[in-house]
């Protein structure tokens, strides 16, 4: 993802941040930012 379109702030709670922690953990991802990026482009591709 560019970092040009990475202009919008995201909030989350904090049981959404886990979520995205674990997600990110179980897919190899080293953050939860990436775990954010992943899943948004997954939806771009449908």
Known sequence: MDNER???PICFT???I???E???K???MLNSS???EHIIL???KN
């Open 6 to 8: 990475r202009s919008m």
């Open 14 to 16: 904090p049981g959404q």
């Open 18 to 20: 886990k979520l995205l």
């Open 22 to 24: 674990d997600y990110a």
């Open 26 to 28: 179980k897919n190899g």
């Open 34 to 36: 990436q775990a954010v």
């Open 42 to 44: 997954s939806l771009n």
